[in-house]
């Protein structure tokens, strides 16, 4: 037996700013015996150092290691430890050492940085992103987060929130029906401090129609089964019930679930809190609509001292967006008996397990069977190692959660393959094409022969679907150059190439729906003429979605060359119309919680760059010639919403966007006139969708498409 046999993955050490105390967590293993090795330090650092063994699902998988081994460690060392530490690993024969440096410059500990070690670590972390996206965009991204951090969401809650709870209980007294809802929560070794709160807060709720039950996974902590004993003494709608074995959260969560008697299901973690409104709300949801089978609110984050940041704001059910991350999360309430009918929550999914039921869930039931409330009714505990406060140290949660999509996959019939997205927490999927049906590229154009070149060069040069025709949509053009472009191409693509000589006054609406009808492709894809591809699989991406009955439009990631977003989907409503979301910001920037790297369900798309079946646009009636500039892709998009299709914005489908270099703007007179009558016909054409956008949350800002707080 060989030390070379033992594997040690740390996956990351932090260190303390006040106390300089270390925490390094990972995972051992012998690889040959497939057992995980004893970890243990000499006798005189025995007071200084606890040890404490993990299950990792993430290792026991890959290597095949009975689930019973717990491979994964978290060593926490006192800061008073000088110089190195030797951490020894045992199996069988065999050891392994490794040193810890004490005095190492490692990652600060959140929240238990000196005010000195926080303002280094802003002003580094502003420097990287300044010299990385310039002064625009960091102004921008301070903007945000000051928003979702700082003084602008304290002034949301003291607007939106209030203390007057004789409103509330003639809420309560209002009630037909006050359903019992059942609290499942899961506890493990968790502070007695942060569970106090979290029932506190369920003390404090002012709907008294609820049970808790809770599971305590064989904690080893004397302190906290006292106090589960006392509690549960103390009220009789505590119910709690002691493992004798840990079982790991989805076990203990099961066996929590067993407890329950109400028809309503709430999954709450040990350390969180819920707002004094949250069950009303939810009780109130479902005296409007008795068929509700699923119902889920904003949330937020809290820190150890109370203070709430990051709050959430969420979409109505959006089923492609929760393909990518899950967005349901907390408050999830779930109809019990269908939550027992699909056995609950699988064990081997532990860090993605309420993902994991959510995707399976959501497959019984129809979307008028699930509610979003836009309200903060939910507060996560951001403590120092929870997912709350940084996901990435719960590297297992990933992968668990590639295991629930692609089971989701295979569940659902569909081909294709899942992959870790840019942040932990966030998925991409690729659906496989399964027939590779014709694309019809409408261009409309009017010369600028130089514009269209570098469009029809990317598309010839760089996507790798096969299967297309271009189809030039020619507005008058003049010029010589222009039409030795044409012969270029013809000469290239053969009957792949057609240019449809369309000279009327320039009605773009018109000018598209014209030369779709010679277009001999299932898809249609419009496209600007000042466009030009960046990534190859752009159409395939496009088709992927476009290809599925219950998609209708799909759109693309635009860039400006400056690679600041053109194009990341439409809201509505904005600027009491519609707008583009996250306009300006840089490549790289995660968005609102990742939502530029992650497909979305929106309302509308930009027909800079649209996809969708003809048979679809012919139903609809193609553009509304009415829109001859502006919102008439608006309208499109919501004509086909309104056929029972969602639809959809592709991260991945990626071009450059120039915009208006052959048109230009509207600029003159007569152009803003024209817009504003254009800006009026959408809006008594579509007045609800403008009120409120179901993608988009009506606490988040009108004016702009940052996805601020809506403090105005």
Known sequence: MSSNDIKITVDSVIKNGKTGAITMTGWTLNQKLKQSP???????YQNDVSIQRLYRMDVNTLFEVPNE??????????????????????????????????????????????????????????????????IKSTLQRYQLEKRIGGDEYRAWILKNETDDFSAFESRVNELKQKPLISVIMPVYNVEVRWLSE??????????????????????????????????????????????????????????????????????????????????????????????????????????????????????????DLLMGTNYISHLGVYDRDLVNELSGFRVGFEGAQDYDLVLRFVEKINENQICHIPEILYHWRALPGSTAKKQGEK????????????????????????SKGIASGFYDIRYDVLEEEKVSIIIPTKNGSDVLKACVDSIIEKTT???????????????????????????????????????????FSRINNIAAE????????????????????????????????????????????????????????????????????PKGDLGYFGRLYLDNDYMAVTAACVMLRKADFEVVGGFDEEFVVAFNDVDLCLKVYELGRVNIWAHQATLYHFESKTRGYENTAEKIQRFEGEKKLLQKKWPEYIKHDPFYNPNLTRGTGNFTVRVE
């Not at 004893?38 to 005189?44: K, R």
Request: charged share 25%; proline share 4%.
């Open 38 to 44: 004893e970890i243990i330090v000499d006798d005189q």
């Open 69 to 134: 081994e717990n491979c994964g460690f978290e060593i926490k060392v006192a800061g008073k430890i000088k110089g190195t530490l030797p951490i020894n690993f045992l199996s069988g024969q065999a050891k392994k050492t490794y040193s810890l440096k004490m005095n190492k410059m490692y990652k600060l500990e959140i929240g238990t940085e000196t005010p000195t070690q926080l303002k280094v670590a802003k002003v580094k972390k502003g420097l990287n992103y300044l010299r990385k996206n310039g």
């Open 198 to 319: 979290a029932i506190d807060s369920l003390f404090k709720q002012v709907y008294p129609n609820w049970e808790l039950c809770i599971c305590d996974d064989a904690s080893t902590s004397s302190e906290l089964k006292e106090f589960l004993a006392k509690i549960a003494k103390n009220d009789e709608r505590i119910k709690v019930v002691y493992s004798t074995e840990n079982g790991h959260i989805s076990k203990a969560s099961n066996v929590a679930l067993a407890l329950a008697t109400g028809n309503f299901v709430a999954l709450m973690d040990n350390d969180d809190v819920l707002s004094p409104l949250a069950l009303l709300c939810v009780a109130e949801a479902l005296n409007k609509n008795p068929d509700l089978k699923l119902i889920y609110s904003d949330e937020d984050k809290i820190d150890e001292n109370g203070k709430r940041f990051e709050p959430a704001f969420k979409p109505d059910w959006a089923p």
């Open 395 to 418: 590297d297992y949660a990933g992968e668990a959660g590639l295991m629930a999509l692609r089971d989701t996959l295979v569940r659902r019939k569909l081909s294709g393959k899942v």
């Open 465 to 507: 679907y096969p299967n297309y025709e271009i189809i030039i949509a020619d507005n008058g053009s003049d010029e010589e150059a222009i039409e030795t472009l044409y012969q270029e191409y013809q000469a290239k693509l053969g009957d792949r190439f057609i240019v449809q000589r369309i000279n009327i006054p320039f009605n």
């Open 518 to 585: 010679s277009a001999k492709g299932k898809y249609l894809l419009f496209l600007n003429n000042d466009t030009e591809v960046i990534n190859p699989d752009w159409m395939t991406i496009m088709v992927s979605y476009a290809q599925f009955q219950r998609v209708g439009c799909v759109g693309a990631k635009l860039y400006y060359p400056d690679n600041t977003i053109q194009h990341a989907g439409i809201v509505m409503g904005l600027g009491g119309i519609a707008g583009h979301g996250h306009h300006y910001f």
